[in-house]
């Protein structure tokens, strides 16, 4: 399996958490979802600087906190 197949594999397995995240967050759904996709659009263009071996899931919570953060 290739790199990336297995990136993608492991962010899917994560978007129920990142779903809640979100939700925590943000006022509405449909604000959460896009706060997702944003988020799971730069972990993908910027998946060679993820440490192999650390936390994907924290990894993604902070890109998501701080895209979070910065649209305010």
Known sequence: MSRSV?????????????RAFAKSLSANA???????????????KNQSSFAEGSSLKAWLFT???NTFLSER
């Open 6 to 18: 297995e990136f993608q594999d492991q962010l899917a397995a994560l978007v129920p958490n990142l």
């Open 30 to 44: 449909d604000s959460a979802d896009d706060l997702v996709q944003e988020t799971l659009s730069k972990a993908w």
């Open 63 to 65: 890109i998501l906190r």
